[in-house]
């Protein structure tokens, strides 16, 4: 079983720069979000989706897009990278029985 | 507005030792209460879940507890090895459609051989 799967696993980007970051789930879980980590600041949360079609903003959004056209999928989009953004990402599916994590994406933007 | 905490920030044991971390959180309403473990540079493991109807739950030397009316959980950990040593995680649901995990800002913990 694949779980989470996040791609890539590391990335740099010059500011200004967009990127998406991918996210696929083979549990058929309905909720997915994505969260970033930064030292102090602990796991945020940036956008989440209770289903198909459905997307809304977490406690972090300014900076990062999502759509979710599928079950398995929820790609985090950054549309002009800012030095503020590098962090780790995480996402994340449930199926309201806990979370299971992805093993992140680390991003730079210089 | 939830706010969840660990105490201590970080633990350094003998191996073998018997321990205890503490995670509390101000908004009793929760949906469940999960406890992760993340090694340096790796991501999220789930170790242990608890609905908010549970008091408790146990998994091998680990056993979690929560007290939704004192808004605390205990995570023990019997007879701790030099492999337990990561950075222990422990978030809440929100008991609202969202389900929003909000996280306490953990306890690294170091078992010295």
């Known amino acids: 079983n694949a779980g989470v799967t996040q791609t890539p696993k590391f990335q740099v980007l010059k500011t200004g720069q967009s990127m998406t970051l991918q996210c696929a789930q083979d549990?058929?879980?309905?909720?997915m979000s994505w969260y970033r980590q930064d030292p102090g600041m602990g796991l945020r949360l940036i956008h989440y989706?209770?289903?198909?079609?459905?997307?809304d903003q977490g406690e972090v959004p300014n900076g990062y897009n999502v759509s979710r056209s599928t079950t398995e999928d929820f790609p985090l989009r950054l549309l002009s990278a800012a030095p503020s953004q590098t962090s780790v990402y995480f996402c994340?599916?449930?199926?309201?029985?806990?979370?299971?994590f992805g093993s992140g994406t680390r991003l730079t933007v210089v | 507005k939830q706010e969840v905490t660990q105490i201590p920030a970080a633990l350094s044991v003998p191996e073998g030792e018997n321990l205890v971390l503490n995670c509390s959180f101000t908004?009793?309403?929760?949906?469940?209460l999960q406890w992760f473990r993340q090694d340096p540079g790796k991501g999220l493991t789930s170790l242990l879940l608890?609905?908010?109807?549970?008091r408790e739950q146990t998994s091998g030397r680990l056993n979690a507890s929560l007290d939704k009316s004192s808004g605390r959980s205990t995570l023990y950990i019997a007879a701790s090895q030099p492999g337990d040593s990561a950075t222990y995680l422990c978030?809440?649901?929100?008991?609202?459609?969202?389900?929003?995990?909000?996280f306490g800002s953990g306890t690294r913990l170091l078992v010295r051989p």
């Open positions: 994340a599916s449930s199926d309201g029985q806990g979370h299971t």
């Open positions: 549990m058929n879980h309905e909720y």
């Open positions: 989706s209770v289903g198909a079609g459905i997307t």
């Open positions: 908004d009793s309403a929760i949906y469940n």
């Open positions: 608890i609905q908010s109807s549970q």
């Open positions: 978030a809440v649901a929100r008991m609202d459609s969202s389900y929003k995990l909000i």
